[in-house]
T-cell receptor, first 114, second 113 residues
Framework: GAVVSQHPSWVICKSGTSVKIECRSLDFQATTMFWYRQFPKQSLMLMAT?????????EQGVEKDKFLINHASLTLSTLTVTSAHPEDSSFYIC??????????FGSGTRLTVV | QKEVEQDPGPLSVPEGAIVSLNCTYS??????FMWYRQYSRKGPELLMYTYSSGNKEDGRFTAQVDKSSKYISLFIRDSQPSDSATYLC?????????????FGAGTQVVVTP
């Protein structure tokens, strides 16, 4: 199979602080990982594509300085929400592709900014 | 108009019935089609992954793709209460948008005992 692990599963932080979310591919190497955001009752929206060893590419409308992505190894990508504000509260999910297995998603991180 | 249309439901069916889900799309560039199941506060779980038009079966699940009509379906046979979840269709263009999945809004399914 293809397993993607995401941590933490939920986090509460104060407005103005930064939060780091980790995404790991456990049984395969992923040169590319993807970060999505999902608001309540809505579908998943792609935020950015994380590339191992190079800069991430961001979708239109996503602030790259607010959502810092680092893909330092073939099994780990991190998303840091900087200077978080209540409007950043959302469900963040990562995914990776393992060939014919398609795109596997992590379990998601629920971020609440208070 | 959204690229991928999916009825949000909810769709309520009795246990044992067949659940029928579908999505339509407008962009003929979509080449790969997926169905995911998402439980509340969890990440999506891949159910089916298809490329060509036709049927693909895996256990209780059958996926259909009709590229000429830009229409995909998922059927769940012998539905169980544990199938109660939100089902998302997703599509991918491979030429210039590898990995950038376009999701439908998701259909909430409730299977009643």
């Amino acid at each position: 199979g293809a397993v993607v692990s995401q941590h933490p599963s939920w986090v509460i932080c104060k407005s103005g602080t930064s939060v780091k979310i980790e995404c790991r591919s456990l049984d395969f190497q992923a040169t590319t990982m993807f970060w999505y955001r999902q608001f309540p009752k809505q579908s998943l929206m792609l935020m950015a594509t994380s590339n191992e060893g190079s800069k991430a590419t961001y979708e239109q409308g996503v602030e790259k300085d607010k959502f810092l992505i680092n893909h330092a190894s073939l099994t780990l990508s991190t998303l840091t929400v900087t200077s978080a504000h209540p409007e950043d509260s959302s469900f963040y999910i990562c995914s990776a592709n393992k060939g014919n297995y398609g795109y596997t998603f992590g379990s998601g991180t629920r971020l609440t900014v208070v | 108009q959204k690229e991928v249309e999916q009825d949000p439901g909810p769709l309520s069916v009795p246990e044992g019935a067949i659940v029928s889900l579908n999505c339509t799309y407008s962009n003929s560039a979509f080449q790969y089609f997926m169905w995911y199941r998402q439980y509340s506060r969890k990440g999506p779980e891949l159910l089916m992954y298809t490329y060509s038009s036709g049927n693909k079966e895996d256990g209780r699940f059958t996926a259909q793709v009709d590229k000429s009509s830009k229409y995909i379906s998922l059927f769940i046979r012998d539905s169980q209460p544990s199938d109660s979840a939100t089902y998302l269709c997703a599509m991918e263009r491979t030429t210039d948008s590898w990995g950038k999945l376009q999701f439908g809004a998701g259909t909430q399914v409730v299977v009643t005992p």
